[in-house]
């Protein structure tokens, strides 16, 4: 279901007291759908909608305008059956590894963190972040930014949206946030996930860190939210290098295939001795560094340095984002 289709059946439910006209938001001359009523309300003028005229109250309107753009996109976002279906996965792995350690037993050769989970089963939620941050979560975060803006151009429905003044910066930035929601929603599943699985099958209690001081329950929990923040911060800049490709083609799949080698050729050139110098400067080689919050103290300035790189990455691929969708002749 695209935007339009869902602003087409609010639409047919009669405009509330208070909504612009219908005739504000349709392109004159045509018999095309409208775009999504959230953001057909960018076309209201601020004086239109009853709002204080001025820059001030031009902000204030365009901010609220935004803002229900936004909530638009993730409702849409969240109520596709294959985004869904992406989560339902992800928050499976962490069931499956929890399962299989607690069958399985203690293996002192295991990695550390993997040894510590049958001790404290808090430790299953950091497990679970490590492991799915290498493939499945910039999956699932490639599959949705992809499909961002070239699904849209696919589908017939882009110059639709676009008819509204809100503006081409307005719709790639509500997209953007759109994706760093959804990856923030991503990690924080596979977190809860972890955490339910790990208090059920392994004792929980004070947690021993990887540099081996113990720390309470409490402050574990908060380290688990940072480790959150931290791995949705690295999927939300990859997600802006997929809203970069999905503006350079109309292809939705093409746009997603192309994201995820993205990764793919990321980690294999990671793991080349030989191009160790390009390293430090590669996206994925931050994502798991988030185990700098398990130590004692907290490795704030590796995990610094990882936030500058996705910090560097959103910017340089947002900025060929805008300078694709901006000067892009949209025709479907």
Not at 246 to 262: F, H, K, Q
Request: charged content about 10%; hydrophobic content about 50%; aromatic content about 6%.
């Amino acid at each position: 279901m695209s935007t339009v289709d869902t602003a087409r059946g609010t639409a047919a439910a009669g405009p509330a007291a208070g909504d612009p006209e219908p005739g504000s938001v349709t392109p004159s001359g045509t018999d095309s759908p409208t775009p999504s009523a959230e953001y057909a309300a960018g076309s209201v003028t601020p004086s239109a909608g009853g709002h204080a005229a001025g820059p001030k109250g031009g902000a204030s309107w365009a901010g609220r305008s935004g803002l229900r753009l936004l909530r638009s996109e993730v409702r849409l976002t969240f109520r596709r059956p294959r985004n869904l279906a992406m989560l339902a996965a992800l928050a499976t792995v962490p069931v499956v590894i929890g399962v299989v350690l607690r069958l399985v037993g203690r293996d002192e050769d295991a990695p550390g963190l993997v040894t510590q989970v049958a001790g404290n089963g808090l430790m299953l939620t950091f497990l679970s972040l490590s492991l799915l941050t290498a493939l499945l979560l910039p999956l699932a975060v490639g599959v949705v930014a992809g499909e961002s803006v070239a699904g849209e151009a696919g589908a017939g429905t882009l110059r639709y949206l676009l008819t509204a003044p809100a503006g081409r910066a307005r719709l790639l930035g509500v997209k953007a946030a759109n994706v760093a929601v959804f990856a923030l929603a991503a990690c924080a599943v596979v977190a809860v996930s972890g955490l339910v699985t790990g208090l059920v099958l392994f004792p929980v209690g004070p947690v021993t860190l990887l540099s081996g001081t113990t720390v309470p329950l409490a402050e574990g929990l908060l380290r688990v939210l940072i480790v959150i923040g931290y791995a949705a911060a690295g999927m939300a800049a990859f997600g802006i290098v997929g809203l970069a490709v999905s503006t350079l083609t109309e292809v939705p799949i093409g746009a997603v295939a192309a994201t995820v080698v993205t990764v793919v050729f990321s980690q294999v050139a990671g793991a080349i001795p030989q191009l160790e110098p390009v390293r430090p400067y590669l996206l994925t080689s931050w994502w798991s560094t988030f185990d700098g919050a398990l130590r004692d103290p907290v490795a704030t300035d590796v995990m610094g340095q990882g936030l500058l790189v996705f910090a560097a990455y959103a910017f340089v691929f947002g900025a060929i984002a805008w300078g694709r969708f901006s000067g892009r002749d949209v025709t479907s």
